[in-house]
């Protein structure tokens, strides 16, 4: 059974960075694209990014384009996100999630119900 969990949330200042983690279990991942979602209090959940398993292109929402990266290590079953320069407008639960084969663009990323497996979530907060 597929499964995913996210580490490395925290609470941290404006203009920090934080890395979070997802860990892959029970399938490979060199099979699944995987994508980084967030929900912040009374607001729907948004991708953020996402990385396919396609030519490993990677897709990001234009307000953490620059400053966010999604990275994956197949051999080690984990997708990376390297946050930087963060601003409170990024707090929220941060979850990451998976789907067969590839993504082939942004618009395909957000599309939440094609991601079947997703992690529990992680609380990411940044105060000013």
């Known amino acids: 059974q597929l499964q995913l969990v996210e580490s490395g949330g925290d609470s941290v200042r404006r203009g920090g960075s934080l890395r979070l983690s997802c860990s892959v279990s029970?399938?490979?991942?060199?099979?699944?694209?995987i994508g980084w979602f967030r929900q912040a209090p009374g607001k729907e959940r948004e991708v953020v990014s996402c990385a396919s398993t396609l030519y490993d292109d990677k897709f990001y929402a234009d307000p953490v384009k620059g400053r966010f990266t999604i990275s994956r290590d197949n051999a080690r079953s984990t997708v990376w996100m390297q946050m930087n320069n963060l601003k409170p407008e990024d707090t929220g639960v941060y979850y990451c999630?998976?789907?067969?084969?590839?993504?082939?663009?942004?618009?395909?990323?957000?599309?939440?119900?094609?991601?079947?497996?997703w992690g529990p979530g992680i609380q990411v907060t940044v105060s000013s």
């Open positions: 999630a998976a789907q067969d084969g590839m993504v082939a663009s942004f618009l395909a990323c957000t599309k939440t119900s094609d991601f079947t497996s």
């Open positions: 029970g399938a490979k991942l060199d099979y699944l694209s």
